[in-house]
């Protein structure tokens, strides 16, 4: 989990101790039961953000030891919540940890029910036995009307993009082309129509509320005529052919969507659907031309915008990678003040978007809850995260 995060950033005698030849590492000290200190081998600003989310939570040495390989079937933490129940499947139970350091939470429990149906889940919650839902997109317009008032909303940290495969040999290669294929998909129909209004169109890498979002960035509109003459400028009158692959049951009126957009300028896309482990193992071998892909923020820094997605290595790079964009991403985050590493995160979003059209940008997504009437001080964080430390039960 480290490496992934904080590549190419390493933790002094880390390397050491993954290689066997150290026991502990060297970089990581306990001061005192409340303070664990880290030394780096290079500044990197984002590294207090990450030891922030869940990956980094520190583990209790007890229960490790004493649960060995079922740690993780039986999680011991130090939050408002504590794992009382757990089966597979079925159902979460968390109860109220009366020792919190912040005093008891307000809810004696938490009761997670697991439930794929999307009608039971609609049922469950009309009838009471539920308090939380998130409305399914074929029964949204139906559920909001009728809570209209028990509708709770948050802008998600998520950046929605169609990524263009560069390294085959073929049309794809040509910017006008690409261009063309942002150019012909009516992205506010289908955030409309297929997403329900749930989302914002993006102009660009970052989602509103990041550290450096771009208000000013000019964004994409949806220009069919403009679209269909990128294409003869580009020698493709005709049009052509592009695969495209998704997962089953995954975002399908999306890619059925983008496959009609881009008929109207003469590309035929190929849909094949396939299962997870197919898709991913296609995608990372570049057997796609074209890939409607999403990313959700680990933690809330630019860094988790660029670096995962645009830095050679990349499980995202279709061809794109350049030691231009590694350079600045990794100056970035060498940088303490946010001030200062603002300006470098713009430019390259300027370069990858709208210079060198890697990917086009189509929407960030928002969240949808509705919530039962008695539910009080809800709050669904950007990441997903949801504190259920204050909420409590009006009666």
Same mark, same amino acid.
């Given at each position: 989990?480290?490496d ?6 390493k %933790?002094? /005698? /880390? ?8 026991s ?21 600003a984002?590294f207090?953000q ?7 939570g ?8 004493r649960l060995?390989d079922?740690?993780f079937?039986?999680?011991v933490?130090?939050?408002?919540? *504590?794992?009382?129940e757990?089966? @597979?499947?079925?159902h979460?139970? *968390?109860a109220?940890?009366l020792?919190y350091?912040?005093g008891?939470?307000a ?13 039971? #889940? ?7 036995e ?9 029964? *949204? ?17 998520s950046?929605y ?5 560069i390294k085959?040999?073929g049309?794809l #290669?040509?910017?006008?082309? @690409?261009? &063309? %294929?942002? +150019?012909?998909i009516? @992205?506010?129909q ?7 209004g #749930?989302?914002?169109l993006? $102009?660009? =890498?970052?989602?509103?509320?990041l550290?450096? +979002? ?7 509109s949806y ?8 294409m =003869? ?13 998704m997962?089953s049951?995954?975002?399908e009126?999306e890619?059925?969507?983008? #496959? ?12 094949? $659907? ?9 995608l ?6 074209i ?11 630019p860094d988790?915008?660029? &670096? ?10 279709m /061809?794109?990678?350049k030691?231009?964009?590694?350079? %600045? ?7 303490t ?10 430019d !390259?979003?300027?370069?990858l ?7 086009f ?6 969240t949808t809850?509705i919530?039962n009437?008695?539910? @009080?001080? *809800?709050? !669904? ?6 504190? +259920? ?7």
């Open positions: 989990v480290l992934y995060y904080l590549t190419p950033v %933790i002094v /005698g /880390g390397q050491a101790k993954a290689d066997g030849k150290a502990t590492v060297s970089g990581i000290k306990v001061l005192d039961d409340y303070t664990i200190s880290f030394t780096l081998e290079q500044p990197f984002p207090i990450i030891l922030a989310i869940p990956a980094f520190i583990l209790s040495e007890k229960a490790v030891a060995g079922n740690y079937a039986h999680p933490g130090s939050g408002p919540f *504590y794992v009382k757990w089966q @597979r499947g079925s979460v139970l *968390y109220a940890n020792k350091f912040k008891r939470p809810l004696d429990g938490v009761h997670v029910d697991i439930v794929e149906d999307e009608n039971t #889940q609609v049922l469950k919650f009309k009838t009471g539920l308090d939380v839902l998130y409305p399914p997109l074929a029964q *949204y317009d139906d559920l909001v009307k009728t809570y209209a008032t028990n509708v709770y909303k948050t802008a998600d940290m950046y993009r169609i990524d263009f495969n085959r040999k049309p #290669q040509d910017i006008r082309i @690409r261009q &063309a %294929i942002g +150019y012909a009516n @992205r506010e289908i955030l409309a129509k297929i997403l329900k #749930q989302g914002y993006a $102009k660009g =890498i970052f989602p509103p509320g550290p450096a +979002y771009n208000a000013t960035l000019p964004g994409f220009d069919l005529a403009k679209a269909k003459q990128l =003869i400028d580009a020698g493709y009158p005709n049009g052509f052919s592009l695969e495209m692959v997962r049951g995954r975002m009126d890619h059925l969507a983008f #496959q009609e957009a881009l008929k109207q300028i003469g590309i035929t896309v190929n849909l094949t $659907k396939v299962d997870s482990a197919t898709y991913w193992q296609l990372g071998a570049g057997e796609t031309d890939a409607y892909r999403n990313w959700y923020a680990d933690f809330a820094d988790n915008f660029t &670096a995962p997605l645009f830095r050679t290595g990349a499980d995202s790079d /061809g794109w990678a030691p231009e964009y590694d350079a %600045i991403i990794d100056k970035a985050a060498k940088l003040r946010m001030s200062d590493r603002i300006p470098l995160y713009q !390259l979003e300027k370069k978007i709208y210079q060198d059209v890697v990917q940008p189509l929407w960030n997504t928002i809850v919530l009437p008695k539910v @009080r001080n *809800y709050y !669904l964080h950007p990441s997903g995260v949801v504190a +259920y430390y204050p909420v409590y039960l009006a009666h």
